[in-house]
């Protein structure tokens, strides 16, 4: 029987409580008291359950912050390794190296770079939620050698490992 019903049952029993008006004897308070108990269970039961898995929930959570944690570490143990093989490639005039096992390239690519933002125009800026440099519209004008102020065009290199 569900929760529901019990409830249900519960109610009828209290309903079904008669006082004799002679005697002033009360009738029908042992079904109540039966039925009292069951509800009590019930209740007790899905209080309980709900305990478990509000437990459980915290449980997964912790598990998924303890994960985050060890995905960040391994995600910056990657971008250092790649800086270094990158470093390591350039060094020895390496573009490229294809194996078996993996294919490694490098290639050019330039970011902006806003070293003084508050020297930017106001036509340089995206408007959102937060207000930011439009980077892809300092780019475009710098790649045509217009000077921004408050902003440099980067040389990079970019490794992909596939």
Do not use: H
């Amino acid at each position: 029987m569900n929760l529901y019903d019990f409830t249900t049952e519960y109610l009828q029993a209290f309903d079904a409580i008669l006082v004799d008006e002679e005697s002033g004897e009360v009738q029908g308070l042992e079904e109540l008291e039966k039925v009292n108990a069951q509800l009590e269970d019930k209740l007790e039961n899905v209080a309980c359950y709900i305990k478990e898995l509000e437990r459980l929930a915290g449980d997964i959570k912790a598990e998924e912050q303890a994960l985050a944690k060890r995905r960040q570490v391994l995600e910056r143990k990657a971008l250092r390794l790649k800086n270094y093989l990158a470093q390591n490639m350039e060094a020895a005039g390496k573009k490229s190296l294809e194996t078996v096992r993996c294919k490694i390239s490098t290639r050019s690519s330039s970011r902006v770079e806003i070293v003084q933002p508050d020297l930017l125009p106001e036509a340089y800026w995206s408007i959102t939620e937060t207000r930011r440099p439009n980077k892809d519209g300092i780019k475009k004008l710098l790649k045509t050698g217009a000077a921004v102020p408050g902003a440099v065009l980067v040389e990079c290199r970019n490794i992909s490992i596939k």
